[in-house]
């Protein structure tokens, strides 16, 4: 059993699932992608993703018209296995195609950028035996780049606000929940650490915060304070 956050930006909600390992993944049409598929290698029993990646996925995959092997999909930030600031942590990361040829990965990497639906759609010179495509969304804080997260603050709702929390939590600032929903003590989370690393502490988890959670908590894995 896990629990599945699914946020919708549309309507500003986070939802929650509590799904099988065989169920299907919410919004993923029919059987296309399973909460196992999703999960990948991630030992997490909490995972999270967006309405909007789940229907970019089901018109990649109507559209490619059959399966797609999907190898990496979702990583808590702890956990670790990509960048510091990579789309996996915010659930609308997939690496898939692993175990095709690289005819088929050619022609899903064609499928995927000619939907228009993904944010990102990375050179096959970049990916030589996988295609990758996510749905990040929002402006990232940092000026000068597309892959970055955006700012969140009080009042922020967004699988980037769990990727923040669950950074806190990791490190031993604690946001008393893992909920998407930045409020009082994710705030006071976001300040707490923002005094230990020598920034300036409003709260606001902008591109210096953001550079030194990720830097600090990327791949430490799981520690006694991080919740679930």
């Known amino acids: 059993m896990a629990k599945v956050f699914v946020y919708d930006a549309f309507s500003n909600k986070m939802m929650k699932y509590t799904l099988n390992e065989n169920d299907p993944m919410p919004y993923a049409y029919g059987n296309t992608m399973l909460l196992r598929e999703f999960r990948g290698s991630s030992n997490s029993q909490v995972l999270w993703t967006t309405v909007a990646a789940m229907e970019a996925w089901n018109l990649t995959r109507r559209t490619y018209g059959k399966g797609i092997y999907i190898g990496y999909a979702f990583k808590r930030i702890w956990e670790g296995g990509h960048g510091t600031a990579s789309q996996h942590y915010a659930g609308v990361s997939f690496d898939v195609g692993q175990n095709t040829t690289s005819a088929q990965r050619k022609r899903i990497h ?35 780049t597309t892959a ?81």
């Open 110 to 144: 064609t499928v995927a950028t000619d939907t228009g639906a993904w944010g990102y759609v990375e050179p096959l010179s970049m990916t030589p035996t996988w295609v990758h495509f996510d749905r990040r969304y929002g402006k990232p804080a940092c000026s000068g």
């Open 148 to 228: 970055g997260y955006p700012t969140c603050k009080r009042g922020s709702k967004s699988t980037y606000v769990l990727i923040l929390q669950d950074g806190l939590n990791a490190l031993g600032y604690s946001t008393r929940t893992l909920d998407g929903i930045f409020g009082a003590n994710t705030e006071s989370a976001v300040k707490g650490f923002q005094r230990a690393m020598g920034l300036t502490a409003d709260g606001i988890c902008g591109c210096q915060t953001w550079k030194k959670l990720t830097s600090a908590v990327v791949g430490i894995g799981r520690t006694q304070t991080v919740i679930d």
